[in-house]
């Protein structure tokens, strides 16, 4: 089974802290994506990529950065954390050549 | 502007009945359409996928039904259990790997199954 796995299941930050999101996938997927997820506005990709060190933008990337630099890991990055960041943040990687994406357990950010 | 709609935010359904959840696309781009499942406070979760080539996939008690003249499919659940409240989304993606668009969710369903 493919297994994604976020490093944390529940933070709380401060508004200004940098915050690290960790996601690693034991698939050897080559594409990885983070989204967020909000009440009433479903899921919204944030980052893309799709190697090591490739990435790109998703629909609102802004706040955010993320870094690749091994496959299997994909970490998104808040430089500085702000209240309207808090959200249910999901990982999920997908093979080149397939259509289904897995998803990771989310991990819930509370900037306060 | 919406590509992928579920207009229904919230369906009741009695327990070994049918569930009927309805997903719109608008993006005559999009080769392939998947359904997922999600718990609150986990990760979405798999269910079934169709392409474009095809209108209907079957997998134990889920159908999805693809009609893309009307750029409409449905996911069809039989028999309703009470493991199946969930909220379900709808994703569609223009190719295999997801690329630089990812999969488009739609905003989900919550679905109730009553005792």
């Known amino acids: 089974d493919v297994k994604v796995t976020q490093s944390s299941r529940y933070l709380v930050k401060r508004t200004g802290e940098k915050v690290f999101l960790e996601c690693v996938q034991d698939?050897?997927?080559?594409?990885m994506f983070w989204y967020r997820q909000d009440p009433g506005l479903g899921l919204r990709l944030i980052y893309f990529s799709y190697d090591v060190k490739m990435k790109e933008k998703g629909d609102i990337p802004e706040g955010y950065s993320v870094s690749r630099e091994k496959k299997e890991r994909f970490s998104l990055i808040l430089e500085s954390a702000s209240t309207n960041q808090t959200s249910m943040y999901l990982c999920a990687s997908i093979r080149y050549s397939n259509t289904e994406a897995f998803f990771g357990q989310g991990t819930r950010l509370t900037v306060v | 502007d919406q590509q992928v709609k579920q207009n229904s935010p919230s369906l009741s359904v009695q327990e070994g009945r049918i569930s009927i959840l309805n997903c719109d696309y608008t993006?005559?781009?999009?080769?392939?359409f998947l359904w997922y499942k999600k718990y609150p406070a986990e990760g979405p979760t798999f269910l079934i996928s169709?392409?474009?080539?095809?209108d209907k996939n079957e997998d134990g008690r889920f159908t999805v039904f693809l009609n893309k003249s009307a750029k409409h499919l449905s996911l069809h659940i039989v028999p309703s259990q009470p493991g199946d409240s969930a909220v379900y989304f709808c994703a569609a993606s223009p190719r295999r790997g997801g690329g630089a668009d990812g999969l488009t969710f739609g905003k989900g369903t919550h679905l109730i199954i009553q005792p």
């Open positions: 993006n005559s781009m999009f080769d392939y």
């Open positions: 698939m050897d997927h080559e594409n």
């Open positions: 169709i392409s474009s080539i095809k």
